[in-house]
Structure formats: structure tokens, C-alpha cells
């Protein structure tokens, strides 16, 4: 062991005179005419100053530090070579300090410390220069203590020109993309106007005028720099760009609606006249009241359905000498005297059309229900045109086509005695049946 010690004894002497190889940091302090070095546990004395190192762990610093099946072990200043079976307790370090100190003789009359240090105990401490007021920095400076000195430093936004703080006009610099403003001791950016002050508070980015509370009344499309105002389906937007004015649809065109237009903010919308209902969003079509059952018609009568209402006939319509007969037919009976002249059969039917129908308009066709062998039929409105606003079409033997003349408006009715006369010369035998039609007009052209 003891020959181990001397080898770590001349590794460290050898490494102190070359700079001092395995320590770190050297300090240097006057001590009086004699100073020694403390390396490792080899006292080493010099005439100049005494010096204080950090260890260098050498066991890592050093490839292949010791050879063959020796172990290294790394202590304060050097390192040792001992057998791989070998173990070493080492001595507790002592605590770190906060402030770098250096050994001191503590019997020197004189302060043994370099400038900007005290002596306490045996090592040096720094002086806090700012802490104890001895500084000489002007009061807009700050006082930073260092390592055995002080500095004094301007607050940001000035330079320091010889002791005094000087403004800078970071202005100059350009550090704002839009518009700059300097102030004491700083400066501010500002952005043009659709644009807003990005994170880095110097770079302008677009402003969401829409998400800021522009003063759209409707629909805001933000753009860059700027915002458009614009306005829903149906209004226009103001003179002013922001506000928006309801168009009134029905002021544009007659055709919108079947029957009226109504004016809505912002749309518009049809209706239909009583007894009509709406069909899609613009036509009316006629309420069929039979069908429903709205209708008021009683016991013993049958509900027609006109255009924009309905009628309540009777059942029985047959009138003296005319009694009735299957199939809703009134019958003239042959052995009364008052029907040789009147038709021998009449038949109700019932129909409702437009006003203002162009014409000529074919309405109602006529057809014979009985033919007989060597007859010929004729057609012709016997009764209820004394205007002359209808006329009859024969289309061939057994079937005619009753026309609409003239254009006419309801709310209207009329009733048609249409009347088909069958002549046989073979059998020297004439007839006549007629079909009572009631036409009903309605007030409107659908």
C-alpha cells in the first residue's frame, strides 16, 4: 500500500507542476511572504500565493488509467491503482458553499482577500456591493452585484452612454409592420385600419370585423382588411351599406299569386279566397265541401259542389205532371193529357265551371242513352239561353257538345233545358228527352 501512496504522491507532484493536471479552478490569494498549495495529502509550498483546485476524476477523464487487473479508484487530486477486489469508503464531503471562498491565513494583520471580498473565517467571501449601498450607480440604473464586483444596468428600452441611461427610438429599427410609437423607455405598434396587433404585438394580421361586432344588421362576410355587409333572401341592403330593407314582392308583379299576395319582412306569401285552398305556394284549387262534409245539406236534399262553395238541391225535383222515377229520371206519363206536348223524360244533372273561360269552350256533351233502329236524333237548347251565350255542336246521331259563345263571370248559374228530339218516319212516331243542366259560374278564373 505504501508503495501505492507514492505513486499517487508523484502523479500528483508531476501534475501540479504541469499546470496542475487532476485540478480544476485555481484561486489564487496573497498570503505574506509564504503560501502553500493543499493538493491532495501532499502539502506543497510556494512564495508566491496558495491556491485552491477542484478534483478532475481522472478514472473517466484518462483511458486506461491503470493497467492489467488493477481497478481505478479516483480521490481529491489523483487517483489509485488497487486490485478489482479492493474496496474504498470514502470520507464525507463537506457542504457546498453558496459564494466561492478561498483558504486564508487568518493570523495576517492585514485583509488577506482581493478586492471585492471580505474575509470570514479562513476563506473569502464576495462583498455585496448593491445590498450594502457602496455602489455608485445613478438612480434610473439598476445595481446587479457579480462575482467580487458590481455592475450597473439600464432598465429596457434605454442604452447606457458613458453613466447616463439614454431612450432608444426602437422606432428606428422597424420593428412594427404597420406604424410604430415610441415612448420613454419602450415603443407601441400599431395596425391600419381591418387589421389588429398579432401575439408578438408587432406583426398585423387581419381583424375579424364580423367577430368583433360589425355593425351588419344581417350577414357579415369578413375579408382581408375590410368586411361586407350583406342582406337574407327578401330584404335589399340601405344606402348605408349596413341596414337592410324588406323588398315588397308583390309590388313587382301581378303573377306571384293565383289570387292576392301578401307582403312579408323578408318574403311573401299567397292566399286563397274563402271556399278555396292552397295548392303549393301560389295556386288555389276549389274545396270539394261534399266530399269533406262541411256541408250543411239536410235529409232529402243532395250537396253539389260549385267553385268556392257548394249547393243544396233537392232530391226530387220532379214537378206536375213529372213524377220520378229509378235512375233520379222524371217521367211524363203518357196518359195525362197536359204531356203530349212536353218532353216525355227529363234528367238533373249539375256543373260548376271558371269564370272568364276562353271561349268558344266546349262544356258539357250530350249522349243518348236509347237508340232505336231508323231514328233520327236532333239537339237544340230548348230553354234557359235568352242571351244567347251558349249553342249547341251534334257531333253524329246520338251525341251532341254544348259550347260556351261568350266569356262570362260569376258568381252565375243558369239552367239549360237540352233537348234531344228522335223522329222515326219509319214508324211514323216522334219523341223528345231533355236534360236539365245547371251550370254554376264561379267568382273566380280557377
Do not use: W
Amino acid at each position: 500500500m505504501s508503495h501505492i501512496l507514492s505513486q499517487a504522491q508523484h502523479k500528483v507532484l508531476s501534475s501540479t507542476r504541469n499546470n496542475a493536471v487532476g485540478l480544476l479552478a485555481p484561486f489564487c490569494a496573497a498570503c505574506g511572504n509564504s503560501t502553500h498549495f493543499e493538493i491532495g495529502l501532499i502539502p506543497f509550498h510556494s512564495k508566491f500565493c496558495s491556491l485552491f483546485y477542484l478534483d478532475i476524476n481522472e478514472c473517466e477523464t484518462i483511458q486506461q488509467a491503470c493497467q492489467g487487473e488493477m481497478k481505478c479508484f479516483n480521490h481529491n487530486g489523483g487517483y489509485l491503482c488497487l486490485p478489482r477486489s479492493a474496496s474504498v469508503i470514502t470520507a464525507p464531503e463537506s457542504s457546498s458553499q453558496s459564494e466561492p471562498s478561498v483558504p486564508v491565513e487568518s493570523n495576517e494583520a492585514f485583509n488577506p482577500c482581493p478586492v471585492g471580498y471580505r474575509a470570514q473565517g479562513d476563506t473569502c467571501v464576495d462583498i455585496d456591493e448593491c445590498e450594502l449601498d457602496t455602489h455608485d450607480c445613478q438612480p434610473s440604473q439598476e445595481c446587479i452585484n457579480t462575482v467580487g464586483t458590481y455592475t450597473c444596468q439600464c432598465p429596457d428600452g434605454y442604452s447606457k452612454i458613458g453613466i447616463e441611461c439614454v431612450d432608444i427610438d426602437e422606432c428606428r429599427y422597424r420593428y412594427c409592420q404597420h406604424r410604430c410609437v415610441n415612448v420613454p423607455g419602450s415603443f407601441s405598434c400599431e395596425c391600419e385600419p381591418g387589421f389588429q396587433l398579432a401575439g408578438n404585438n408587432r406583426s398585423c394580421v387581419d381583424a375579424n370585423e364580423c367577430e368583433m361586432g360589425a355593425p351588419c344588421q344581417q350577414r357579415c362576410y369578413n375579408s382581408f382588411g375590410t368586411f361586407l355587409c350583406r342582406c337574407d333572401q327578401g330584404y335589399d341592403l340601405g344606402p348605408d351599406g349596413y341596414s337592410c330593407n324588406d323588398i315588397d314582392e308583390c309590388s313587382y308583379s301581378s303573377f306571384l299569386c293565383q289570387f292576392q299576395c301578401v307582403n312579408e319582412p323578408g318574403r311573401f306569401s299567397c292566399v286563397c279566397p274563402e271556399g278555396y285552398e292552397l295548392v303549393g305556394t301560389r295556386l288555389c284549387q276549389d274545396v270539394n265541401e261534399c266530399e269533406t262534409g262541411v256541408h250543411q245539406c239536410g235529409e232529402g236534399q243532395v250537396c253539389v259542389n260549385i267553385h268556392g262553395g257548394h249547393k243544396c238541391v233537392s232530391s226530387n225535383r220532379c214537378q206536375e205532371p213529372y213524377i220520378q222515377v229509378p235512375e233520379n229520371r222524371c217521367a211524363c206519363p203518357v196518359v195525362k193529357p197536359e204531356c203530349r206536348d212536353l218532353p216525355f223524360s227529363i234528367v238533373h244533372r249539375y256543373m260548376s265551371i271558371t269564370s272568364e273561360r276562353s271561349v268558344p269552350s266546349d262544356v258539357f256533351q250530350i249522349q243518348a242513352t236509347s237508340v232505336y233502329p231508323g231514328s233520327y236524333n236532333s239537339f237544340r237548347i230548348r230553354s234557359g239561353d235568352e242571351n244567347e251565350e251558349f249553342y249547341i255542336r251534334q257531333i253524329n246521331n246520338i251525341s251532341a257538345m254544348l259550347v260556351l259563345a261568350r266569356a262570362v263571370t260569376g258568381p252565375k248559374e243558369y239552367v239549360l233545358d237540352l233537348e234531344m228530339v228522335s223522329v222515326n218516319p219509319l214508324m211514323n212516331y216522334q219523341t223528345s228527352s231533355v236534360l236539365r243542366l245547371s251550370i254554376y259560374v264561379g267568382p273566380h278564373a280557377f
